[in-house]
């Protein structure tokens, strides 16, 4: 039960933060921020934000800092408009995922080449042993 109202409440605060970004802040540091996944602690006092951020390093240093400075007013806000007793505190997480995916598409494409070598080799290739390797019954010679 617990888990469930932690899922609504994080689903809840990605969409409104999603809501108020995209409405702009007056920060002009941040750019392009979309908002990956909200994670709440089990007593829905710790909400951490995770992000990600179109551009090179200067875009997300710039926009990670206009994060920090705006978590105030995202607080405030998010509390305004869930009207719980107690606003969890956001901590926005700067997600590693376009990284990963980056680097798990360089281990497919190395073992798409790997397996197109080992398939070359294949191709190429001859049995170690005779070429019918099967036994056979021995054939007496009575002449």
Do not use: C, W
Request: net charge negative.
């Amino acid at each position: 039960m617990a888990g469930e109202r932690q899922a609504r409440l994080a689903d809840r605060i990605r969409v409104l933060i999603a809501e108020r970004l995209e409405k702009g802040l007056r920060d002009p540091r941040l750019g392009f921020v979309t908002i990956t996944d909200v994670r709440v602690t089990g007593d829905l006092q710790h909400a951490s934000v995770f992000y990600t951020v179109y551009g090179d390093d200067q875009a997300r240093s710039d926009s990670s800092a206009a994060l920090a400075a705006a978590t105030g007013m995202l607080r405030r806000e998010v509390g305004r408009q869930l009207g719980i007793r107690l606003t969890p505190s956001l901590e926005f997480i700067l997600d590693g995922l376009p990284e990963n995916a980056g680097h798990i598409e360089d281990l497919l494409r190395e073992a798409r080449e790997r397996d197109a070598a080992v398939a070359g080799i294949a191709a190429s290739g001859t049995y170690a042993g005779e070429s019918d390797p099967y036994v056979k019954p021995r054939e007496d010679d009575d002449d």
